[in-house]
């Protein structure tokens, strides 16, 4: 598997939060207060972490987002200017802070989450509007559910428009009209959000078949349907095929979807066949579950290479792993 050191353009649209961690002994009951432990603050959002996983591969990434006007904004900024993300449509509003997830992590990494959206439900069409110009010249363009439906079916239709395969991640899981999903090259639900979707609970791979056949027959071109530890079914009208995970150590799974469907568009805009770029995100989001954190974990495109190399010498066939 080359990776090449060339910087495919994509376009990220979607949600930036900034994450506040608190490790705690346990979940307090309701009502309850209890003293905590490590309190960490880490810039999150699924547009954000697949924008990181894509620029830290090499990709010329720009960001369609919407911040608040505050320091959370400043902080996420920055962040993006040192991961090499495009912020020229990336603007701020007075009319909502910046979002945020309040999550409590206890001994046993079981964790409760509560999400404020704020600035990210202000995202519009318009937003998505102005960059119409790198959306034609870009070789993917990547969405999620945590902005407006509306300005997702945008940035779908202008993606369309200009012939840029356009990938879904729908995630917060939602029903989603024909029109969206007719729309859609690639769409990468995990099991919970393929049972939203069409309303076929997956948990194996015969079950995660039936799912992506209902999503194809409603307009999708094609399904990648990630099932976490046990890898992944790709389903398009060629056919199917079901790729175990990649065995790691795992350390945290935070994130590792963004980094799947980061990488994903890299591969896609690298001119890689949908086959290569499946089995290049499976290496890349392998080694995101080996790093804590979200964006913090986002392999480089050496340290995807490496691994590649370090397997490949070790006999691992990937179609077999």
Do not use: C, W
Not at 196 to 203: A, D, K, Y
Not at 216 to 227: S, W
């Amino acid at each position: 598997m080359e990776i090449k050191q060339d910087r495919p353009k994509i376009v990220v649209v979607g949600s930036s939060n900034m994450d506040l961690v608190v490790k705690s002994p346990r979940i307090p009951a309701v009502g309850e207060t209890i003293l905590g432990e490590d309190f960490i603050m880490t810039p999150g959002g699924k547009g954000a972490n697949q924008a990181v996983a894509a620029a830290k591969l090499g990709a010329e990434v720009y960001f369609v987002a919407k911040l608040g006007d505050d320091i959370f904004s400043e902080q996420s900024l920055a962040n993006f200017t040192k991961e090499a993300v495009n912020v020229e449509y990336v603007t701020r509003t007075k009319e909502a802070p910046s979002g945020v997830a309040l999550i409590t992590v206890d001994q046993a990494g079981d964790n409760v989450i509560v999400v404020a959206p704020g600035a990210n439900r202000k995202l519009s069409p318009a937003d998505v509007e102005k960059a119409q110009s790198v959306i034609a010249s870009s070789g993917t363009v990547v969405a999620q559910l945590e902005v407006p439906l509306e300005t997702v079916e945008y940035a779908a239709r202008s993606a369309n428009d200009a012939g840029v395969p356009f990938i879904l991640d729908p995630a917060p899981a939602q029903q989603l009209g024909p029109e969206l999903l007719e729309m859609v090259d690639i769409l990468t639900p995990n099991e919970t959000e393929a049972q939203i979707l069409t309303g076929i609970e997956v948990t194996d791979e015969d079950s995660a078949r039936k799912a992506a056949g209902n999503l194809l027959e409603r307009g999708v071109k094609a399904v990648i349907l990630t099932m976490g530890s046990a890898g992944f079914l790709l389903a398009s009208s060629d056919g199917s095929e079901f790729v175990p995970a990649i065995r790691v150590a795992a350390v945290d799974a935070t994130a590792a979807g963004d980094a799947f469907t980061g990488s994903l568009a890299v591969g896609l805009a690298r001119g890689k066949t949908l086959t290569d770029a499946a089995f290049f995100a499976n290496h890349v989001a392998a080694l995101s579950v080996t790093k804590m954190g979200a964006q913090s974990s986002m392999p480089t495109a050496e340290e995807v290479e490496s691994f590649v190399i370090e397997r490949f010498t070790q006999g691992v066939n990937d179609e077999q792993t």
